[in-house]
């Protein structure tokens, strides 16, 4: 067996995810600060360009022969990565960071219902549910709900639908080296977004402050979560990486807070509790379904061995 396929234990991917979470989260609210210098298309650009180059110099795939079955997981993980990315920073010039996630993340939940198979599954999608419903309804004086930019919805519906699509095929990816898939897939993304983003910035994109800050950027957003995203979808099932991405609108309100000065009511505090709750609650049941089944293959082994 190859080394790509090696199996670790749950809980490295757990972890992994986590800080995947983490530096995703901090690299958008600070990369919201540039949408007045390049716009959303131009940020976004800044953000996959760097990230592949950044991912050549880590990984140098081009030690490792690629193949012609290894391109038909690679091109569509670039472009996942560009329908996750584009849509979502064009909802962020009309939508707070909190709001954009709780709205993208119906892709995995959706995602997550689909290959929910036991009791325990609905009841910690229930709580994700409810927490992101929190998130989004606004206080008793509040019309923000009402308000919010149609527009800027539906980029964050779009890039929903792409980021559990990209969650499919990172799970395709199991076989193929990870060099390949985030180097030579975020190399792909780059093609597709480049012209755009030149377009959109013109020659702000080439100021060298800016180049410096998305290059920052790119490294917190794309480059390390995207190396260790792939990582744990090789550890983690589908379904438990989806319900575990609950994560992220609570961690991306705890960076607006930290980062953009956003405030957070205590029913939002109530609703990124219940998120928490969903995560932690996901991954102690695919542990415990991960060892009843290591279980039974063993015994199943055990009982077909010659005495």
């Known amino acids: 067996m190859s080394s790509s396929l090696r199996q670790y234990p749950m809980w490295v991917g757990v972890v992994t995810l986590?800080?995947?979470?983490?530096?995703?989260?901090?690299?958008?609210?600070?990369?919201?600060?540039?949408?007045?210098?390049?716009?959303a298309i131009g940020t976004t650009?800044?953000?996959?360009?760097?990230?592949?180059?950044?991912?050549?110099?880590?990984?140098?795939?081009?030690?490792?022969?690629?193949?012609?079955v290894d391109l038909t997981t690679i091109i569509p993980?670039?472009?996942?990565?560009v329908g996750m990315n584009l849509p979502f920073y064009l909802s962020l010039q009309t939508l707070p960071v909190g709001i954009a996630l709780a709205i993208e993340f119906t892709g995995p939940l959706g995602l997550a219902i689909y290959k929910s198979r036991t009791r325990f599954d609905f009841l910690w999608i229930t709580f994700a549910v409810i927490g992101l419903y929190l998130l989004l309804w606004p206080g008793a004086d509040s019309e923000e709900l009402i308000a919010l930019d149609l527009a800027g919805v539906i980029y964050a519906l779009i890039a929903g639908v792409f980021w559990a699509s990209y969650i499919l095929v990172g799970q395709m990816a199991r076989r193929v080296h990870p060099a390949h898939v985030t180097s030579y897939g975020l190399t792909a993304a780059a093609i597709f977004i480049l012209p755009l983003g030149l377009i959109s910035g013109g020659t702000t994109m080439f100021n060298p402050n800016l180049l410096l800050f998305?290059?920052?950027?790119?490294?917190?957003?794309?480059?390390?979560?995207?190396?260790?995203?792939?990582?744990?979808?090789?550890?983690?099932?589908?379904?438990?990486?989806?319900?575990?991405?609950?994560?992220?609108?609570?961690?991306?309100?705890?960076?607006?807070?930290?980062?953009?000065?956003?405030?957070?009511?205590?029913?939002?505090?109530?609703?990124?509790?219940?998120?928490?709750?969903?995560?932690?609650?996901?991954?102690?049941?695919?542990?415990?379904?991960?060892?009843?089944?290591?279980?039974?293959?063993?015994?199943?082994?055990?009982n077909n061995s010659p005495n």
């Open 45 to 68: 650009t800044f953000r996959i360009f760097f990230s592949a180059c950044v991912l050549w110099l880590i990984w140098r795939p081009w030690r490792i022969p690629l193949t012609r």
């Open 214 to 302: 998305g290059l920052a950027i790119a490294i917190l957003s794309s480059a390390l979560p995207y190396s260790l995203e792939i990582f744990a979808l090789r550890i983690l099932p589908a379904k438990t990486f989806s319900i575990m991405l609950s994560l992220e609108p609570a961690v991306g309100a705890l960076a607006g807070i930290i980062i953009l000065g956003e405030f957070i009511e205590s029913k939002q505090w109530m609703a990124i509790l219940l998120v928490v709750c969903a995560s932690a609650g996901c991954t102690a049941t695919a542990v415990r379904d991960h060892r009843k089944n290591t279980a039974k293959a063993s015994s199943k082994d055990h």
């Open 77 to 81: 993980y670039g472009v996942c990565i």
């Open 18 to 39: 986590i800080l995947s979470i983490i530096s995703l989260c901090t690299g958008t609210s600070f990369a919201k600060t540039l949408f007045s210098e390049v716009g």
